[in-house]
Nanobody
Framework: QVQLVESGGGLVQPGGSLRLSCVAS????????MGWYRQAPGKQREWVAS???????NYAEPVKARFTISRDNAKNAAYLQMNSLKPEDTAVYYC?????????????????WGQGTLVTVSS
């Protein structure tokens, strides 16, 4: 079993910055794509950013040029640096990781999720 634990959320004023961390632990040998999603009150969960094993990144349009995703493969960790935060960035942020697994000779990817960390942007 694999666990993902996020940290770094909190209350920040508009224009401020936060850095979220996500660490994976448990029965894993490698991690494929890692990503961040968020869910604002009353809204569906939405994709924010993702990063491949080789470091290729993609961002949702609302966060481009403000957020930066990175990872440390040696630590099984991913990070989300959030700058120029806006009230509309307020949400619970979830880490996601696609982890290769095998069973009875079959290989597949399993998506794991963290428990989420709350980010509140307010004056």
């Amino acid at each position: 079993q694999v666990q993902l634990v996020e940290s770094g959320g909190g209350l920040v004023q508009p224009g401020g910055s936060l850095r979220l961390s996500c660490v994976a632990s448990g029965s894993l040998f490698s991690i494929r794509s890692m990503g961040w999603y968020r869910q604002a009150p009353g809204k569906q969960r939405e994709w924010v950013a993702s990063i491949s094993t080789m470091g290729n990144t993609n961002y949702a349009e609302p966060v481009k040029a403000r957020f930066t995703i990175s990872r440390d493969n040696a630590k099984n960790a991913a990070y989300l640096q959030m700058n120029s935060l806006k009230p509309e960035d307020t949400a619970v942020y979830y880490c996601n990781a696609d982890i290769p697994e095998s069973d009875s000779g079959k290989d597949y990817l399993t998506a794991y999720w963290g428990q989420g960390t709350l980010v509140t942007v307010s004056s």
